[in-house]
T-cell receptor
Framework: SAVISQKPSRDICQRGTSLTIQCQVD?????MFWYRQQPGQSLTLIAT?????????ESGFVIDKFPISRPNLTFSTLTVSNLSPEDSSIYLC??????????FGSGTRLTVV | GQSLEQPSEVTAVEGAIVQINCTYQ??????LSWYQQHDGGAPTFLSY????GLEETGRFSSFLSRSDSYGYLLLQELQMKDSASYFC???????????FGGGTRVLVKP
C-alpha cells in the first residue's frame, strides 16, 4: 500500500489568513481525496483532486474557500482560505488508488484563533 | 446520496467479541470498507467486502449482505489496543469516493 506524507501536522493560524496543507504519495495515484474531520466526528469529503483537471468539490465546499492543486500524480495541496474559527478541524488526504484499501495521511490539526 | 448508520459506542472487556453493525442507503455501491482510527491517528484500512459473505483477517472479520444493505465488523479476542473508533464506509459508483458512517467508538476494559 502507498505511504503518504502530510504536513504540517498541526498549525495555529490567525483569522483571515490561509493555510496550505501538502500531501506527498510515494507512488503514482490517479485520484487523491481531501477530508475534514471534527474531533470525535466522522470524515467529510471536501473534494477529489484530479491530476490535469480541476478538483471536484462536494456539496457545501467551494473552490474559493478550499483551492486544491494537483500538479502531478504523487502530490497535492489543499489551501484553507480566509480562516475563521469554524475552520478549526483536522484535515486529511488520502489516495484513491485501490478500492480495497485507501491510505490516509497523518492529518493536519488546524486551530484558528 | 449516501447515508450510513452505525452505533455510536460499544464497551466490552478484554477477550470478548464485539459486532459493529452498519446499515447503508446508497445510490451507487461498489463495496463496504471498514477503517480503524485511534485517537490522534489517521484512519487505517481493515477490511473490504464487495460480495455477500464473510471476509476474515486475523481477529477481525467483516460481513456484507447487499440485499439487506447491511454489513458488520466482528472483533474477536478483544485486546486493549483495539480501543479505537471504527468506521464503515461505502465505496460509491461515482469516482471511487468513500462515504463514511458516523463511527463507533469501542472501549475495551480490563
Amino acid at each position: 500500500s502507498a505511504v503518504i506524507s502530510q504536513k504540517p501536522s498541526r498549525d495555529i493560524c490567525q483569522r483571515g489568513t490561509s493555510l496550505t496543507i501538502q500531501c506527498q504519495v510515494d507512488s503514482q495515484v490517479t485520484m487523491m481525496f481531501w477530508y475534514r474531520q471534527q474531533p470525535g466526528q466522522s470524515l467529510t469529503l471536501i473534494a477529489t483532486a484530479n491530476q490535469g483537471s480541476e478538483a471536484t468539490y462536494e456539496s457545501g465546499f467551494v473552490i474559493d474557500k478550499f483551492p486544491i492543486s494537483r500538479p502531478n500524480l504523487t502530490f497535492s495541496t489543499l489551501t484553507v482560505s480566509n480562516l475563521s474559527p469554524e475552520d478549526s478541524s483536522i484535515y486529511l488526504c488520502s489516495d484513491g488508488g485501490q478500492l480495497r484499501g485507501y491510505t490516509f495521511g497523518s492529518g493536519t490539526r488546524l486551530t484558528v484563533v | 446520496g449516501q447515508s450510513l448508520e452505525q452505533p455510536s459506542e460499544v464497551t466490552a472487556v478484554e477477550g470478548a467479541i464485539v459486532q459493529i453493525n452498519c446499515t447503508y442507503q446508497t445510490s451507487g455501491f461498489y463495496g463496504l470498507s471498514w477503517y480503524q482510527q485511534h485517537d490522534g491517528g489517521a484512519p487505517t484500512f481493515l477490511s473490504y467486502n464487495a460480495l455477500d459473505g464473510l471476509e476474515e483477517t486475523g481477529r477481525f472479520s467483516s460481513f456484507l449482505s447487499r440485499s439487506d444493505s447491511y454489513g458488520y465488523l466482528l472483533l474477536q479476542e478483544l485486546q486493549m489496543k483495539d480501543s479505537a473508533s471504527y468506521f464503515c464506509a461505502v465505496v460509491g459508483a461515482a469516482g471511487n469516493k468513500l462515504t463514511f458512517g458516523g463511527g463507533t467508538r469501542v472501549l475495551v476494559k480490563p
